[in-house]
């Protein structure tokens, strides 16, 4: 501790400083008058915030003025200049009297403290990768940080693969780390790589959707899967094509939040279920992007706890981040009118994401699609080696009847899941979001005069995206290519991502169609024995 004179401000201010007030009222005229100008300043602020949010409910033009808002205006900034000239005056002059010096300085204690030891810098890496391996299977350098200080991706995979290998004693012989961009996964799609899956690419197709060819891009290890949905797809394309149509396009999030009672509740969700406040509720959303519109909000409640469904266009983008950006701001501004509001999650799986949930069957999430076809009688007996009456008898028994003995939620079907995850995988989506991507009901009946087959499928949440996440990586990016729905659509936002859903469904359809088939003619033992076992003894390649 020392002790020091601190050094007089400039001589005018010092002096008023040391001279005794000549008006003994001075101190409570100014204590009166910035008690008035700081009301003034609150008040005035708070009717300007409150108006301009009723402008916002009616749609009126923010620059229409009234006389007592303009009179508001003028009493905000007289109050601002005042209390800046008064309160601002230290802030302004600081430089300037420090920067004088007089004898009449008054004595003040100051206490030094003693300035704070830098942070010490990381200690420098070594350069040879084997004592690297070594610091980081010691924990001296953290393995998530190699990426970021040695400035090379692929060094920091093979320096981590090492040490992983060291501290298990297991070989990853057999998991391929050259031939891999790991600059483009860092910070987008995975942390801490060591290597990369190799999944094979089919194609099955073309699929005449709609009046256009697509081959379909399938990333699978199942033996038969392509094979069969190939054949579907013929059966499809030899009997004119199969239609879809997109019946709705908006992605969800749900948070939930909290009130000290439901009566309190049930007052927010009679605001947001009021139609008079959804467009100024979207105005707020719709500014977190330029794509994000805000369609419509659901609102569920349990107790005194609120769960509430906003749905929105994402246009290319699946869209999770977009919608929870609009959410929180509508979280935000809504915080104003209701303070007593406890956000307990930006997602209270009303959403839902991820998770098999009845709101996804009814209401739908992302892309709502059904596709249809009619498969004529001759193409039914000669590709798909069965008939018309057995086809929709086995689809009642087991897709329908089957399906609701097993309790299912959205699985009216043989097996598109398969179908979706191959699609997702080889186009870069999600392939978490195969739980309710796959919901799907099939359909069968017989069609002029029983003689051909309608078929259907009606997937209600396809959450599909051609731009983002891992829809940016090579591989992935050229099977969106070959589809044709590479990145964003340029004339019109959201129509590579729609289509995609439609061509998933598709696909869906042509799978549907073949696995039926199979199993209607007693087939699908004898396919799987063919095509899903290896006749190789790879026990060597195991080892």
């Not at 009303?350 to 009688?377: L, M, P, T």
């Amino acid at each position: 501790m020392e002790v020091r004179r601190r050094p007089n401000r400039s001589s005018r201010v010092g002096e008023s400083l040391k001279q005794p007030d000549p008006n003994p009222n001075h101190d409570a005229h100014s204590h009166l008058t910035n008690a008035l100008f700081f009301t003034l300043f609150f008040s005035v602020a708070y009717f300007l915030l409150h108006r301009w949010r009723e402008k916002i409910r009616t749609s009126t033009p923010l620059h229409l003025v009234t006389l007592s808002e303009i009179a508001a205006i003028l009493s905000l900034i007289a109050s601002f200049v005042y209390l800046m000239a008064f309160f601002g005056i230290t802030f302004i002059l600081h430089p300037f009297l420090n920067s004088r010096t007089s004898p009449d300085d008054d004595l003040d204690l100051h206490i030094t403290k003693p300035p704070a030891p830098p942070l010490s810098p990381p200690l420098p890496l070594p350069h040879d990768n084997n004592d690297l391996v070594l610091a980081v299977v010691s924990g001296s350098v953290p393995s998530y940080s190699l990426e970021s200080r040695l400035g090379d991706c692929r060094r920091a995979a093979e320096i981590r693969r090492e040490a992983v290998e060291s501290l298990t004693g297991r070989s990853l012989k057999g998991l391929p780390v050259e031939g891999f961009d790991y600059d483009s996964i860092l910070g987008q799609c995975c942390e801490m790589p060591i290597g990369f899956v190799q999944i094979p690419v089919g194609v099955a197709g073309p699929l005449l959707l709609d009046g256009n060819e697509y081959t379909i891009p399938m990333a699978t290890t199942e033996g038969c899967l392509v094979a069969s949905t190939n054949r579907g797809c013929k059966a499809i394309h030899l009997s004119g094509g199969a239609s879809s149509m997109l019946l709705r396009d908006a992605m969800t999030r749900a948070p939930v939040v909290r009130f000290a009672s439901a009566k309190r509740a049930s007052q927010l969700k009679f605001y947001l279920e009021d139609p008079l406040n959804f467009e100024s509720l979207a105005v707020v959303f719709n500014k977190s992007s330029r794509f994000a519109r805000l369609q419509d909000i659901k609102v569920a409640m349990a107790g005194k706890n609120l769960y509430i469904r906003f749905s929105c266009t994402t246009a290319d983008a699946m869209g999770m981040n977009m919608v929870s950006k609009g959410v929180q701001n509508v979280l935000n501004f809504l915080q104003s009118d209701f303070p007593d509001m406890d956000v307990l999650g930006i997602s209270g799986n009303f959403c839902s994401d991820k998770k098999a949930a009845a709101v996804n069957w009814i209401e739908g999430r992302g892309k709502s699609v059904v596709c249809e076809a009619v498969i004529k009688e001759e193409v039914v007996k000669k590709v798909l080696k069965s008939s018309v009456e057995a086809l929709v008898e086995l689809n009642m028994l087991k897709n329908l009847t089957g399906s609701a003995m097993a309790g299912a939620l959205g699985g009216f079907n043989a097996h598109a899941s398969n179908i979706v995850s191959a699609v997702y995988l080889a186009t870069g989506q999600d392939p978490a979001q195969n739980v309710e991507s796959s919901h799907c009901i099939t359909m069968m009946e017989p069609v002029n005069d029983a003689k051909d087959l309608h078929i259907s499928v009606t997937m209600p949440s396809i959450e599909v995206g051609t731009v983002g996440g891992g829809t940016q990586l090579a591989s992935q990016s050229a099977c969106l290519n070959l589809l044709g729905v590479k990145g964003a659509s340029k004339d019109s936002p959201g129509a590579n991502s729609r289509l995609l859903a439609t061509i998933v469904a598709g696909s869906v359809l042509a799978g549907e169609l073949s696995l039926m088939s199979a199993i209607s003619a007693g087939h699908l033992v004898n396919s799987h024995m063919k095509y899903n076992r290896s006749c190789k003894d790879i026990s060597q390649v195991v080892s």
